[in-house]
């Protein structure tokens, strides 16, 4: 058939192709360990779902603005400011279907087509298809393990042409967990004010910190508030992911853009959604600092494990969910053909029944992703079937 030429340069989703599998191995009576999933395990706090019930009762469901509700937005206005120390107003403020919604939203008010938008090594998985989906070039940076992955000044400074457009960040990072410090993030924000390149800080897990401080790109300084523009939204800290809610903070001219955009593609997201996400804001906060602890200590229980296991070594994570373990020991042993980190991950889904996500997806192939957004008997039983399976190669 004769679709869109877009289509060519697209790769498919690799945690799609791995959920569908795991659907099938379970509807064959198969049990998997499913540590593949960037989803929380728990469910959306009763008190938000209230908002949203009660905004259908009172029949809260014909269009409205197109940036979010006015009270949703003023609510976001004034997280920001609490917990981000982020000065915002609401015409600052553009509420999208989730996080994926406000990053296409972003690059299509701001990179024309042609333009590199930089992403450092490893990313999230649909940053460089969204790129090449809304007619930019993706223009990968290589950083260093012994960084945490976390991107430097120079790495920066090398990798920017006259082309580079938007770098983009996500702190807390996912796959790695890592965080950057507030004078690194300094470092990059006077790299990219200099050379006029905009930052998309994707702060989606920012609620999901284990380190004091965390610190916002935009509340850096003056000139870091006019470049960025913050991603976040309710998926991960709220476990809102199937509700589709997120949002962008940027400066006034970006914000009108994206709303613009907004209003032919989409209108806005769903109220009954934003009623809930409102509701979080105002009502959850003990939910979400209980689903926090919860998290931090299964990566306890995690670190703690791998640390016991030969042959594998991890990124020290700080936030998210997520741990990156290095593989590169097991990668010289493992006979493989075109990609070790597929190959690795399917033959521990198929003989293991433990489901993992290969670093490649992320840039980079000596890797394996865990996710522990899942309970501490999963987590437990997948790290023992992991040691089982590196015993198996080595012996
Ligand atoms: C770094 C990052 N950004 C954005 C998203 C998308 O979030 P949403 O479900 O709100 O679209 C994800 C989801 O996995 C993510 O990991």
């Known amino acids: 058939m004769n679709l869109s030429k877009r289509l060519d340069t697209m790769t498919p989703s690799f945690t799609i192709g791995i959920s569908s599998k795991v659907k099938e191995m379970n509807s064959n009576g198969i049990d998997v360990l499913n540590l593949s999933i960037g989803e929380p395990d728990f469910t959306v706090p009763e008190k938000a779902k209230a908002y949203g019930k009660k905004s ?37 403020i553009v509420v999208s279907s989730g996080a994926k919604n406000s990053i296409t939203n972003a690059l299509l008010a701001v990179t024309n087509p042609g333009e590199e938008v930089l992403i450092p090594k490893p990313y999230w998985v649909s940053y460089p298809e969204m790129v090449k ?3 930019g070039i993706p223009k990968f940076i290589d950083t260093k393990r012994e960084n945490g992955f976390k991107l430097s000044k120079e790495e920066l400074l090398n990798a920017i042409s006259d082309n ?11 796959p790695t967990g890592n965080v950057y410090t507030k004078s690194e993030l300094e470092e990059i924000v006077d790299v ?8 998309l800080a994707d702060e989606i897990y920012e609620r999901i910190c284990y380190v004091d401080g965390f610190t916002s790109v935009a509340s850096l300084s003056e000139k870091a508030k006019e470049i960025t523009i913050t991603i976040n939204g309710f998926a991960k800290s709220v476990a809102m992911t199937g509700l589709r809610l997120g949002y962008t903070a940027s400066n006034r001219e970006v914000a009108k853009a994206m709303s613009s ?34 998290y931090r200590s299964r990566r306890d229980i995690l670190i703690e494990r791998l640390d016991n296991i030969e042959h594998v070594s991890y990124i020290h994570p700080f936030g998210a969910f997520y741990m990156f373990i290095d593989l590169s020991d097991v990668s010289k042993k493992y006979n493989w053909e075109k990609s070790f980190s597929i190959e690795f991950c399917e033959e521990f889904l198929n003989k293991y029944h433990v489901a993992v996500v290969p ?20 987590l437990i039983n997948a790290t023992n079937k992991l040691e089982e399976f590196i015993d198996d190669i080595f012996n």
């Open 133 to 135: 989906l809304t007619g």
């Open 192 to 199: 990219c004010y200099e050379k006029g390149i905009f930052i």
């Open 56 to 92: 259908l009762d009172e029949n809260c469901t014909k269009y409205d603005l197109v940036p979010g509700l006015k009270i949703l937005r003023e609510e976001i206005v004034k997280k920001l400011k609490k917990e981000n120390n982020c000065d915002y107003s609401i015409d600052e």
């Open 164 to 174: 580079s457009k938007m770098l983009i960040l996500t702190n807390p990072s996912n």
């Open 359 to 378: 670093g490649i997806a992320f840039g980079l192939d000596d890797y394996i992703r865990i996710s522990y957004a899942c309970d501490e008997d999963t």
């Open 261 to 294: 955009i907004q209003g032919h593609l989409v209108s806005h997201p769903s109220l009954t959604a934003q009623y809930i996400g409102y509701g979080a804001l105002v009502e959850c906060e003990d939910d979400i600092k209980h689903m926090v602890s919860v």
